[in-house]
């Protein structure tokens, strides 16, 4: 028997009462074949070195090192874009998980029955997933003009397409049986989405928002390298005139900001669990 009938074929035992069973062959050499072509393409590709990254790799320290000890005196000029970050990500957040609440109804199978709307919206929650949040930033910030409005919507976009699937995912696990006894009743499929599938997945619906949203707290924070406003429009220009200890206690507001937001999201969500 060779190597490729030991790996890829299946594999026959014989019970005690003469009773053949067939196992099926496993998939993982084949998966782990793919995942090497594809790593050795992907090293092609886009000419990885691991030689320059074991030669180079130290100067990330050597940066790291002149951000410390950080310029506390710089503090004051952090507080106005990190509040322009937070308030960001809260109406990005807000506005983004609002909105996809009536497209997630839409792109349930239990609630519409028109294959061509649920096709439709669902193609639209694929594409907005697709475009990275600094792609949408860029462009709204062509459309809205440089600020925190283009980071508000780019925001709000992705908060849209991450909300929105996983609430359209919970809606078709619900039980339908208050829903189909509203609509037996003359009430409209909104009122009976409302009233009887809206409380059941409402818990689930908010947790994940609020996850959503101290994510966003950091997407925002680099919202600024494309001209969408808060934390990360400072943290470009000072990273570009080498104000390497401006950088350090940037990213130190930051980081507690960050921690703080976590914990009182975390909070929130053990309380709706």
Known sequence: MGLYDKIFKPKEYTLANGKKIEEKASRAPLVLLILLFASILSIKVTGFNLSTLAKRGNQFWVILGKMFPPDPEYIPSIWGPLFDTIKMSIIGSLVGALVAIPVAMLSSSNIIKNKVV???????????????????????????????????????????????????????????????????????????????VLP????????????????????????????????????????????????????????????????LSFWLREKLS
Do not use: H
Not at 161 to 174: C, R, S
Not at 212 to 221: I, L, M, Q, S, T
Not at 231 to 249: A, D, K, P, T
């Open 200 to 263: 059941q997945v409402l818990p689930g619906y908010l947790s994940n928002s609020l996850y959503c949203f101290e994510g966003n707290v950091r997407y925002a924070a680099i919202l600024g390298y494309v001209g969408a406003g808060g934390i990360g429009l400072i943290l470009n220009s000072e990273i570009g005139w080498r104000n390497y200890s401006r950088v350090g206690m940037i990213l130190i507001i930051l980081f507690i900001t960050v921690v703080i937001i976590e914990y």
């Open 118 to 196: 649920i096709v439709g919206v669902r193609l639209l929650f694929s594409v907005a997933r697709t475009l990275p949040t600094l792609v949408t930033a860029l462009i709204a910030t062509f459309i809205f003009g440089l600020g925190t409005t283009a980071g508000s919507v780019s925001i709000a976009i992705f908060t849209f397409a991450y909300v929105g699937k996983l609430l359209y995912e919970q809606i078709e696990t619900v039980d339908m049986g208050s829903f189909e006894a509203m609509e037996a009743m003359g009430c409209t499929k909104i009122r009976a989405f409302i009233e009887s």
